[in-house]
């Protein structure tokens, strides 16, 4: 038995990368591609998970059992971390059938696992008539990703998930969360903003993410500050002449001057100027290349080929090691880039990368 459908939307971050956790600014946009639940109540305290696109049949799940900590579980731990980070934050939530159908691929640096998170947080609080907001939601979605399936993200991919609006990017700031909805519709400016998944995960990854995280901390520690947000860009220089570790310093410019980054392209949205804002992504791949080194020879690759072929700015977007990059063209550019991109992978004998256009979708909602 079906009660309804519900689906949430992966997002492509615009800017602000690696700013998360850092207490910084960030700017994703929904995407199209989501993950859809068709769901529905159970009466006896089961959560029975099925998803078309993970291998193996329905899992079930006794819902007062969920408990995090004894290691990965696989992708059910997504869908049972929100069940029970609902019920420990106390809201009033049971057994439901939840089927999954995706547009989204997983592991791209879409943010397939937020998607999940999210169309089961929605859905499962209608069902059971809990009132939660939707800032609220994608803080219960990312204690899921933390605390259930030991994931240590930030929480840009579920506000996105749960608070994008279409035809706007969500200028989001980390710190305290406001949030305001940016303007930016590629298309009415004759523009195109091309997705270029790479279609390579590199290994390191995760540890790698871990890594980087914990060198901005000690970075703040170092500076005797809570957070690196708490340096505006134009005391960069002193915090630099007082940190001695070159890896140190190194990330916490990339910080720094992305969060500037982050207040330009707002500032040039709002200002109906989305051609200014090619130049600032470049910049940014070039921060995450040299400073926060977290490309990889595919997304380099990409970047450059793209802005051989006119693209008017191009990064790696996502946490890195493989995934995604993004470029701004011209409309009329499109197909020249999209073709450049594809022969300079042949060219290096990477695997050939899926490359579409990426609208300012709508953010997680009720179908039926
Ligand atoms: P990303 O969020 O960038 O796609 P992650 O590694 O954070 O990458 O999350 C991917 C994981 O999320 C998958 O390995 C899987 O466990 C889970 N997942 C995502 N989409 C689905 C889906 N449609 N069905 C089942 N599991 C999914
Ligand atoms: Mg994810």
């Given at each position: 038995m079906?009660?309804?459908v519900?689906?949430?939307p992966?997002?492509?971050?615009?800017i602000?990368e690696?700013?998360?956790?850092?207490?910084?600014?960030?700017m994703?946009?929904?995407?199209?591609r989501?993950?859809?639940?068709?769901?529905?109540r159970?009466?006896?305290?089961?959560l029975?998970l099925?998803?078309a696109?993970?291998?193996?049949g329905?899992?079930?799940l006794r819902?007062d059992?969920?408990?995090?900590?004894r290691?990965p579980?696989?992708?059910?731990?997504y869908?049972?971390g929100v069940l029970?980070?609902l019920r420990?934050?106390?809201?009033?939530?049971g057994?439901a059938?939840l089927?999954?159908?995706s547009?989204l691929?997983?592991g791209?640096?879409?943010s397939?696992?937020?998607?999940l998170?999210v169309v089961?947080?929605l859905?499962?609080t209608e069902?059971?008539g809990?009132?939660l907001?939707?800032?609220?939601?994608?803080l219960i979605?990312?204690?899921?990703?933390n605390?259930y399936a030991g994931?240590p993200t930030g929480?840009?991919d579920?506000?996105?998930?749960?608070?994008?609006?279409?035809?706007h990017?969500?200028?989001l700031?980390?710190r305290?969360?406001s949030?305001?909805?940016?303007p930016?519709?590629?298309?009415?400016h004759?523009l195109v903003?091309?997705?270029?998944?790479?279609g390579v995960?590199?290994?390191?990854?995760?540890?790698?993410?871990?890594?980087?995280?914990?060198?901005?901390e000690?970075?703040a520690?170092?500076l005797g500050l809570?957070?690196?947000r708490?340096?505006p860009?134009e005391e960069?220089?002193?915090?630099?002449a007082r940190?001695?570790?070159?890896?140190q310093?190194a990330?916490?410019r990339?910080v720094v001057t992305e969060?500037?980054r982050?207040?330009?392209?707002r500032?040039?949205?709002e200002?109906?100027?989305?051609?200014a804002?090619g130049?600032?992504?470049?910049?940014?791949?070039?921060?995450l290349r040299d400073?926060?080194?977290v490309?990889?020879p595919?997304l380099?690759?990409?970047?450059r080929?793209?802005?051989?072929?006119?693209?008017?700015g191009?990064?790696m977007?996502g946490?890195?090691f493989g995934?995604?990059?993004?470029a701004?063209?011209?409309?009329?550019a499109?197909?020249?880039v999209?073709?450049?991109?594809?022969?300079?992978f042949?060219e290096?004998?990477f695997?050939r990368p899926?490359?579409?256009?990426?609208?300012?979708?709508?953010?997680a909602?009720?179908?039926?």
């Amino acid at each position: 038995m079906t009660e309804g459908v519900w689906e949430a939307p992966g997002r492509v971050n615009l800017i602000g990368e690696h700013t998360d956790y850092n207490d910084g600014l960030v700017m994703p946009f929904a995407l199209s591609r989501t993950v859809v639940a068709t769901a529905a109540r159970r009466d006896d305290g089961i959560l029975r998970l099925h998803s078309a696109d993970a291998p193996g049949g329905p899992v079930e799940l006794r819902i007062d059992a969920l408990a995090p900590g004894r290691g990965p579980r696989g992708w059910t731990d997504y869908p049972a971390g929100v069940l029970w980070a609902l019920r420990e934050a106390g809201h009033r939530v049971g057994g439901a059938d939840l089927h999954y159908e995706s547009t989204l691929p997983a592991g791209a640096g879409l943010s397939s696992s937020a998607a999940l998170e999210v169309v089961t947080a929605l859905a499962v609080t209608e069902l059971y008539g809990v009132g939660l907001g939707r800032q609220e939601m994608a803080l219960i979605c990312r204690r899921a990703e933390n605390a259930y399936a030991g994931a240590p993200t930030g929480i840009m991919d579920q506000t996105a998930s749960a608070c994008c609006a279409e035809g706007h990017a969500l200028y989001l700031d980390t710190r305290d969360l406001s949030r305001r909805q940016i303007p930016f519709d590629p298309a009415a400016h004759g523009l195109v903003l091309l997705l270029i998944d790479t279609g390579v995960t590199h290994a390191h990854s995760a540890g790698a993410y871990g890594e980087r995280r914990a060198g901005c901390e000690s970075a703040a520690a170092a500076l005797g500050l809570g957070s690196l947000r708490e340096i505006p860009p134009e005391e960069l220089p002193g915090a630099l002449a007082r940190l001695t570790d070159p890896v140190q310093r190194a990330l916490t410019r990339h910080v720094v001057t992305e969060n500037g980054r982050v207040e330009r392209v707002r500032a040039a949205l709002e200002a109906g100027r989305a051609r200014a804002i090619g130049p600032l992504l470049t910049e940014g791949h070039a921060s995450l290349r040299d400073d926060f080194a977290v490309s990889c020879p595919e997304l380099d690759l990409a970047v450059r080929a793209a802005l051989a072929a006119g693209a008017l700015g191009a990064r790696m977007t996502g946490g890195g090691f493989g995934g995604s990059a993004i470029a701004l063209v011209e409309a009329s550019a499109r197909e020249r880039v999209a073709g450049s991109v594809e022969r300079a992978f042949a060219e290096a004998s990477f695997r050939r990368p899926e490359i579409f256009a990426a609208a300012p979708a709508a953010g997680a909602r009720r179908l039926s």
